[in-house]
């Protein structure tokens, strides 16, 4: 492709991966890798039988939906499943839930 009489360049150039490099080098070990924690998970949430496409959570429970045209609800506190609603026609791409219905 030819923009103003000059060839478009395509992909990075070597100065923009030298200072991408220098900025993953420098920053991501000083900072970045101070605030991750690496720890393993109080429990696993399972019961989704295909892949799990959206969650919403608050302070009591956790809302997952899936391919599966599921949506289960787990507890925040122990990670058991609370309940599980199969109505979906197809898979579960979004939800919503408040103190009285989920969406």
Same mark, same amino acid.
């Given at each position: 492709?030819?923009?103003? /009489? *000059?060839?478009? *360049?395509?992909?990075?150039?070597?100065?923009?991966?030298?200072?991408?490099?220098? &900025?993953?080098? *420098? &920053?991501?070990?000083? $900072?970045?890798?101070?605030? $991750? %924690?690496?720890?393993?998970?109080?429990?696993?949430?399972?019961?989704?039988?295909? @892949? %799990?496409?959206? @969650?919403? &959570?608050?302070?009591?429970? +956790? !809302?997952?939906?899936? &391919?599966?045209?599921? @949506? *289960?609800?787990?507890?925040?506190?122990? /990670?058991?499943? +609370?309940?599980?609603?199969?109505?979906?026609?197809?898979?579960? !791409?979004? +939800?919503?839930?408040?103190?009285?219905?989920?969406?």
């Amino acid at each position: 492709t030819v923009v103003r /009489g *000059r060839k478009r *360049r395509t992909g990075f150039s070597k100065p923009a991966t030298f200072w991408r490099q220098s &900025f993953i080098d *420098r &920053f991501h070990d000083d $900072v970045w890798a101070d605030h $991750v %924690v690496h720890t393993a998970p109080d429990f696993v949430m399972t019961g989704h039988e295909a @892949l %799990v496409t959206c @969650l919403k &959570f608050d302070d009591s429970k +956790l !809302v997952s939906g899936a &391919f599966d045209s599921s @949506l *289960r609800v787990f507890s925040m506190a122990d /990670g058991q499943r +609370l309940g599980t609603i199969k109505d979906h026609t197809a898979g579960v !791409v979004c +939800l919503d839930f408040n103190s009285k219905f989920i969406a």
